[in-house]
């Protein structure tokens, strides 16, 4: 039974298309998170979510929004995709003070 | 700000030797360090953690770390490495359990045969 799972696993679009990357976690958490690692495999967050309200962000583009319908769920919207976004994003979870970060399987996105 | 510093980008070690991978942190506080692996292809798992107690600890795979406050150290080591540990291997630190996670670079561990 995964934990923290992403959909899909890879993504390849144009550039200035508009797409989303989908996160679920049924560990019970109520924190999550999207890091993104660039092509030097440098991970850096980029949001964070606790209990559905937007905790952390990191100078990310506005073109780049994440939504939080619910405690179990982080998805990543990306507006006019650029060359530079590419990259593999990664979604975890975690309890805030409790438990150490939960990974998913990453979402490896190419812009073309 | 926090920072995690892995000096080594790659180390090869011949199967069967020892290693050790650096990592320096920044949080002057008592800090939660992590030691993560990726895989090629793959997502971060978890090899081991600290936040209070025995510096030495123990995690998956064989693998362990020591946590020395007065060098901001956190190295991982393991007594024989398998071909099976050539991976990607990340550092991090936060500053509350649960909190985000800030990474080093990266080292990638290379195994001869």
């Known amino acids: 039974d995964t934990a923290v799972s992403q959909t899909p696993k890879y993504l390849v679009t144009q550039m200035g298309n508009d797409k989303s990357i989908k996160c679920e976690q049924n560990l019970g958490h109520d924190t999550m998170y999207w890091y993104k690692q660039d092509s030097k495999k440098f991970l850096k967050i980029m949001f964070s979510?606790?209990?559905?309200?937007?905790?952390i962000n990191e100078t990310v583009p506005n073109r780049f929004s994440p939504k939080s319908p619910d405690k179990a769920h982080l998805n990543l919207h990306i507006n006019s995709l650029e060359l530079g976004d590419s990259a593999v994003y990664f979604c975890?979870?975690?309890?805030?003070?409790?438990?150490?970060?939960?990974f998913g399987q990453g979402t490896r996105l190419t812009v073309v | 700000a926090q920072s995690v510093t892995q000096p080594d980008i790659h180390i090869t070690v011949s199967e069967g030797a020892s290693l050790e991978l650096r990592c320096n942190y920044s949080y002057g506080a008592t800090p939660y360090l992590f030691w993560y692996v990726q895989s090629p292809g793959q997502g971060l798992q978890l090899l081991l953690k600290y936040f209070s107690g025995d510096t030495l600890v123990q995690g998956i795979k064989g693998f362990e770390a020591e946590f020395k406050r007065s060098q901001s150290s956190f190295n991982l080591r393991k007594p024989s490495v398998h071909w099976s540990d050539a991976a990607e291997y990340f550092c991090a630190e936060s500053m509350e359990y649960g909190n985000k996670l800030v990474f080093g670079a990266g080292t990638i561990l290379r195994v001869k045969s």
């Open positions: 979510y606790n209990n559905k309200e937007l905790i």
């Open positions: 975890a979870s975690s309890q805030r003070g409790d438990a150490e970060a939960f």
